[in-house]
C-alpha cells in the first residue's frame, strides 16, 4: 500500500531533475549565444566594414556636397558613458547617424574596427562597430572626438583598452586622411553620469583631478568596467599628435 506514493514521490523527483537540467541548457546556450556567437557575427561584420571603407578611401577623391548635421539618435550606449555630449556644437562634415565612415587602429592592440556616427546600441555598438557621440568634435579637429565601444559581447571592441599606457599611438583613419592620437591619461573607473569625460575639454566631475583644463584636440575612448558589468565606465583620453 505505501508503494505508490513512493511511485508518486519518485516520478516527481525525476521530472524535478529533468526540468532542471534542461533549464540548465537553455541558459547555458543563452550564455554560448551572448558571450560567443554575437561576437563571431559582430567581427565579421565589422571586419567586412573595414574592408569596404579601406576600400573607398583608396580610390581617388573628388570634391562632393557636405551633408548637413543629424539628429541624435533616440538609443543610449551601453558599454559607454551613457550622459550627455557635454554641450559641445556639431560639426556640419558629420556623416549621418549610424554610417559607418572612419577606421579606428590602435597597433598596441591589434585592434581595427569602423568608427559609425552616433552611440546607438541597435544599429551601431551591437554590430561590433565604435560609436562616435554625436555633438563631439570630428575626428583630426579641435575640441573632444568621444567614442564608445562594447567591452563584452557583440563584437566588444574595446574589451582591452584597460592595458593601453602612455605614449600608445591611435589612428583614426577618414576618407580626407589620417589622424594619429597618443595615449595620454587612463581614468580606470568613474560614474555613468560622469559627462565631463566628453565635454569639450575632457575633465572628470567625480574626479577633478582626472582630465584637462585647457582647449586642444583630444580623443576620449569610453567602455564598461569591470568586465561583464555595467557598473562603471572606463575612459582612455589621448592628444592628437602634432
Keep these: 500500500m505505501q508503494r505508490a506514493p513512493r511511485t508518486r514521490t519518485a516520478h516527481a523527483l525525476w521530472l524535478a531533475a529533468e526540468l532542471t537540467v534542461t533549464l540548465g541548457l537553455v541558459v547555458l546556450l543563452l550564455v554560448v549565444h551572448q558571450l560567443w556567437w554575437t561576437n563571431q557575427q559582430a567581427r565579421a561584420g ?47 562634415s558629420r556623416p549621418p547617424a549610424a554610417s559607418a565612415y572612419a577606421v579606428l587602429r590602435i597597433p598596441a592592440l591589434s585592434l581595427s574596427v ?56 591611435i589612428r583614426v583613419r577618414t576618407k580626407e586622411r589620417e589622424y594619429v592620437y597618443v595615449v595620454d591619461q587612463v581614468l580606470a573607473r568613474t560614474s555613468p553620469r560622469d559627462t565631463g569625460v566628453i565635454a569639450p575639454v575632457p575633465r572628470s566631475l567625480v574626479h577633478p583631478s582626472a582630465g584637462y583644463d585647457a582647449p586642444g584636440s583630444y580623443l576620449t575612448l569610453t567602455t564598461c568596467t569591470p568586465e561583464f558589468s555595467s557598473a562603471y565606465r572606463l575612459v582612455v583620453w589621448a592628444k592628437l599628435k602634432s
Design 114 to 169: 569602423p568608427v559609425a556616427s552616433g552611440v546607438s546600441k541597435r544599429s551601431v555598438l551591437d554590430k561590433g562597430y565604435v560609436g562616435h557621440y554625436l555633438r563631439t568634435a570630428p575626428p583630426g579637429q579641435p575640441g573632444n572626438f568621444a567614442l564608445a565601444g562594447h567591452r563584452n559581447t557583440h563584437g566588444e571592441p574595446f574589451r582591452y583598452i584597460n592595458r593601453l599606457r602612455t605614449g600608445d599611438e
Design 46 to 92: 565589422a571586419r567586412q566594414q573595414v574592408r569596404v571603407l579601406e576600400a573607398e578611401f583608396s580610390q581617388p577623391q573628388f570634391p562632393s556636397q557636405v551633408p548637413s548635421p543629424s539628429p541624435p539618435p533616440s538609443g543610449s550606449a551601453p558599454g559607454a558613458a551613457s550622459a550627455g555630449p557635454g554641450g559641445q556644437d556639431p560639426s556640419s
